[in-house]
């Protein structure tokens, strides 16, 4: 599995929509699903550090994420929310 937070820019690390989005891919990239559910939309410009994504070896899988604003958010079902 494959985890993506997009950022705008390299010198403007922010998300690159106004919505804090999370993609996941199965299939070494050749598809994407979004993960956004509970997640903040709209005018939430979130940068996310590189080392600050983990995921746990629970089942299902755990997900965590921090934004470099201080929020903290995670699944607990495999990004199902």
Not at 27 to 42: E, Q, Y
């Amino acid at each position: 599995m494959i985890y993506v937070v997009p950022e705008a820019a390299h010198a403007f690390r922010v998300n690159a929509s106004e919505e804090f989005n999370i993609y996941e891919s199965r299939n070494a990239g050749k598809s994407w699903k979004k993960l956004n559910k509970g997640l903040p939309r709209g005018h939430a410009y979130l940068g996310c550090f590189r080392e600050g994504f983990a995921t746990d070896k629970l089942d299902p899988v755990g997900l965590y994420v921090d934004t470099r604003m201080g929020d903290v958010f995670y699944s607990a079902n495999d990004g199902a929310s």
